[in-house]
């Protein structure tokens, strides 16, 4: 995507070819910083202290992270404990795992001389896959945006809420959640997009907003309390979020605050979609309740926030009272009975075993839960 004309993607290879550089994520939407990742620990750091976030960016990035631990060491022990490393940073988005165990089945058989030209290789592949799949799922929903605007009256645009950001800076580029909206925007769509702020690390607010502001798409950040309000008002037409792990039953595990989404959205009727590229299902599960790990984050999330002061710098403040504790989980849970349907790189598919299988026959039928 462009950011004042120039293009970008949120990671890509040094010209130097030693390293890999990246948008620092924490300092948007006050300055655009890139960052330099030229170890294993630093590509860890970065995942783990969110510089990089979003389940697609934090699987490329892992990618290149192998890359970087087998080009200073390519033995067995180096790409094992690199694997390990990198899979322990956050435990919630199966991107992660998906990224680092195809890099151990490509790396492993090699002869260690080969290592560091296949990982560069497959970090390529990876980062360019994602690409190909944004613009599968852009395609894929579309069509659903057109279909609301053909029944809108004259001069009102297709109203979308998202949670979040699933955009392109949560991806190697164009997003999930966010490429139908591109892609309608692009096409001349009238649109309009209500964007959660999403507490406690704000991404909706910060990164959202910020893609969608340098896009040019219309949009309103709102409190993450104010959508089932909108909804009961009829300002709503569509709820599109992305997922760090739906699970082959359909269950989707997304950022905290997605399923009150879900539930406010069934109530009112709102068609609630998510965009699900294939490397974010997790076909060995079924229960997602059950099975997909949560994150807890550190109350510091809560209890400060970070913010731009009048004189542009940026300064932490303190919210809550001392001594107060607070709890930080950072994604939930929505069951897929709230799911509309799945947004995927090969159409729209219903959020169940059969909607999944008839679009990844190759893939599917591994969970070991029946849907609840
Ligand atoms: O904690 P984050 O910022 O990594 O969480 C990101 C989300 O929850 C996104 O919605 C999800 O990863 C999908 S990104 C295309």
Wanted: hydrophobic letters at 45%; glycine letters at 8%.
């Amino acid at each position: 995507m462009k950011v004042a004309g120039r293009p970008y993607r949120t990671i890509w290879p040094s010209t130097d070819g030693q390293a890999v550089e990246i948008i620092d994520q924490t300092r948007l939407p006050h300055a655009l910083v890139t960052v330099r990742l030229a170890t294993l620990d630093d590509a860890a750091r970065a995942i783990r202290d969110m510089l990089v976030r979003g389940a697609p960016l934090i699987g490329a990035t892992a990618a290149w992270g192998i890359w970087l631990a087998v080009r200073a060491d390519p033995s067995d022990e180096s790409l094992a404990q690199a694997h390990a490393s990198l899979l322990a940073t956050r435990p919630t988005a199966v991107n992660l795992r998906w990224a680092l165990d195809r890099a151990r089945a490509r790396l492993q058989p090699l002869r260690a001389g080969e290592r560091a030209a296949a990982a560069r290789q497959l970090a390529v592949e990876v980062c360019d896959e994602d690409v190909a799949l944004n613009r599968g799922i852009a395609a894929a929903g579309l069509p659903l945006i057109c279909a609301l605007a053909a029944r809108k009256p004259a001069g009102h645009p297709v109203q979308i809420l998202t949670h979040c950001n699933a955009g392109w800076l949560a991806t190697v580029d164009v997003g999930t959640a966010t490429a139908p909206i591109y892609a309608a925007y692009d096409a001349g769509v009238p649109i309009h997009v209500w964007v959660d702020e999403t507490r406690p690390r704000n991404q909706g607010a910060s990164l959202t907003a910020w893609e969608l502001l340098h896009h040019g798409v219309p949009h309103t950040v709102i409190a993450d309390n104010a959508g089932g309000h909108l909804m009961q008002r009829g300002q709503v037409d569509l709820v599109i979020v992305g997922t760090d792990r739906t699970t082959a039953t359909g269950d989707v595990c997304n950022k905290i605050g997605t399923y009150l989404k879900a539930l406010a959205a069934r109530d009112n009727g709102v068609p609630f979609y998510v965009a699900a590229p294939s490397p974010s299902i997790d076909w060995s599960i079924g229960d997602g309740l059950r099975r997909i790990p949560i994150e807890e984050r550190s109350a510091r999330e809560l209890s400060h926030l970070a913010g731009r002061l009048p004189d542009g710098s940026v300064a932490t403040i303190a919210l809550l009272p001392d001594g107060s504790p607070a709890a930080n989980p950072a994604f939930d849970v929505t069951p897929a009975r709230l799911v509309t349907g799945l947004i995927t790189e090969r159409g729209v598919c219903a959020a169940t075993t059969a909607g999944l299988r008839e679009l990844f026959p190759d893939r599917a039928g591994v969970a070991e839960e029946p849907t609840r």
